[in-house]
Nanobody, 125 residues
Framework: VQLQASGGGLVQAGDSLRLSCTASSRSFSRWFMAWFRQAPGKEREFVAAYKWTGGSTYYADAVKGRFTISRDSAKNTVYLQMNNLKPEDTAVYYC???????????????????WGQGTLVTVSS
């Protein structure tokens, strides 16, 4: 599975951005797809996840209520709609996917086998 992330950019605080992650696989039954981010000097952290079958969503507390993860099945694409962006959201955002996760492990970076290349989001104050 190859993941292609896009949509990053430079915005001002309060603005919105939508990230996209398109996957090469044709079947995602039982897959989780997720977004992680890594700010300068910090470890990579979980942002949001989407369970392909059933549509359950999961969010980090820091983004809950501002970010929305969704999918377009026809395009094999997962989106991360980011609203009311803050300077602390500045990071490289990575999409990740795995077919063998359970809900309790979706926030753990090491549990994902497939990663996209990352897209930079910069939020100025």
């Amino acid at each position: 599975v190859q993941l292609q992330a896009s949509g990053g950019g430079l915005v001002q605080a309060g603005d919105s951005l939508r990230l996209s992650c398109t996957a090469s696989s044709r079947s995602f039954s039982r897959w989780f797809m997720a977004w992680f981010r890594q700010a300068p000097g910090k470890e990579r952290e979980f942002v949001a996840a989407y369970k392909w079958t059933g549509g359950s969503t999961y969010y980090a507390d820091a983004v809950k209520g501002r970010f929305t993860i969704s999918r377009d099945s026809a395009k094999n694409t997962v989106y991360l709609q980011m609203n009311n962006l803050k300077p602390e959201d500045t990071a490289v955002y990575y999409c990740a996917a795995d077919s063998s996760l359970i809900s309790s492990s979706i926030r753990i970076e090491s549990q994902y086998d497939y990663w996209g290349q990352g897209t930079l989001v910069t939020v100025s104050s």
